[in-house]
């Protein structure tokens, strides 16, 4: 089972959260949103009780190492966070750009 979690939940990454969902082998554990943090925990709490939402606007505080995940799918396309989810403690990064272009990166192996 792949542990995934989200970074940005706009429309790209709710169409990837579905994707997800449904999908053999994946399990979404936390998504980090920022927003209307009210709704949307609301949202969550009824419908998906066992994923982890967080609202942390420094990607390097979340705890990718502790919830074990192992990809993060991050919808923001800002390239810098690339870095700060793998010191979180991942071990893949999917960006996923505006225009649909979707690249993949791993941390290197020490």
Not at 11 to 24: N, R, Y
Not at 58 to 84: F, G, H, M, Y
Request: charged letters at 30%; one cysteine or more; a neutral charge.
């Amino acid at each position: 089972m792949i542990k995934v979690a989200m970074n940005g939940f706009g429309e790209i990454g709710k169409d990837i959260f579905e994707q997800l969902q449904s999908a053999e082998g994946y399990q979404v554990r936390a998504i980090n949103f920022i927003g209307d943090k009210e709704n949307f925990y609301r949202f969550c709490k009824l419908h998906y009780p066992d994923i982890y939402v967080f609202y942390e606007p420094d990607i390097s505080n979340l705890p990718w190492d502790a919830l074990e995940i192992d990809c993060v799918v991050d919808t923001t396309n800002q390239q810098e966070n690339i870095r700060k989810h793998i010191k979180a403690g991942c071990s893949h990064v999917v960006m996923v750009e505006p225009t649909h272009k979707i690249k993949c990166y791993r941390r290197r192996r020490k």
